[in-house]
């Protein structure tokens, strides 16, 4: 097979930040999709200048449908434009664009494997969002089990692309970055996970965040629950989730 990669944005009203984003992305990778997921105006203006300029290809959302439903029309698209893998980072500058052709590298190697940041924080990220992730921690573990994913829910990661869109996946929100790594080591998928520096940036760098705490947290809260006890299913009945072909 040969590696053939692509930017995966996805992106809902960053228009400070997906500008520097794509361009940092495009110093490693040749081809950049954006998932514009309906934005207002100027996130929109923002995307649509990209694709004029010919810098990424813009796929357009009417309607605001999550980070899950953007990332499943970037998978596509990558499918649909022959790439075998997606570099997904998120559009609002938290990750360090440095690290990508670590990735990569780690992907080129392992072409089946599910390459996922593993966050290092600095004193930027607020402290529910630290706790949230240990908690998310101790589900996946019972999931997958332990050291198996460091981080469930980092946006910065490269997928296989035929077994990203082969395993189903319901969540559309925040809960997908959870449910889809799941899904793929259940799937027979090895993981790698790359530390990873990640910065919250300021306001006035157009730092902006849309993770709501109250509905996202229960959306991951019900997906653990699903997921557990498919987990236990499976180890009780021994009905295990179909793996896909190596
Ligand atoms: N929250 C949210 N993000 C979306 C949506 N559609 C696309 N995205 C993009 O998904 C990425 C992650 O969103 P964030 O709100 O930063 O979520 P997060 O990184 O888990 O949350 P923080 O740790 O608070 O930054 C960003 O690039 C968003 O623009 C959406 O409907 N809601
Ligand atoms: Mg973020």
Request: proline share 5%; aromatic share 8%.
């Amino acid at each position: 097979m040969t590696f053939r990669v692509t930017g995966v944005v996805p992106t809902y009203d960053n228009p400070a930040t997906i500008r520097a984003v794509v361009m940092r992305l495009l110093e490693h990778v040749d081809h950049v999709v954006v998932v514009d997921d309906g934005s207002g105006a100027e996130g929109r203006a923002a995307c649509a200048e990209l694709s004029a300029e010919g810098l990424a290809h813009v796929v357009h959302h009417e309607v605001n449908g999550g980070k899950g439903a953007a990332v499943k029309t970037g998978l596509r698209a990558a499918k649909d434009l022959g790439f075998t893998h997606a570099l997904q980072v998120d559009a609002d500058g938290q990750h360090d664009i440095d690290d990508v052709p670590r990735f990569l590298e780690a992907a080129r190697e392992n072409p089946r494997a599910l390459i996922l940041g593993d966050p290092r924080y600095d004193d930027s990220a607020p402290s529910a969002r630290r706790i949230g992730r240990k908690i998310t921690a101790f589900w996946i573990a019972v999931e997958c089990g332990r050291g198996v994913i460091s981080d469930g829910m980092i946006g910065f990661r490269v997928y296989p692309v035929d077994a990203a869109l082969a395993v189903p996946v319901g969540g559309d929100a925040m809960d997908f970055d959870l449910e889809i790594a799941v899904r793929l080591v259940w799937a027979g998928l090895p993981v790698i996970n790359i530390p990873t520096k990640v910065r919250y940036l300021d306001e006035d760098e157009g730092g902006i965040s849309h993770f709501r705490a109250f509905r996202d947290n229960v959306l991951i809260s019900w997906l653990h629950f699903r997921l557990s006890v498919r987990r236990v299913f499976a180890l009780v009945f021994r009905v295990h989730p179909k793996r896909l072909p190596e």
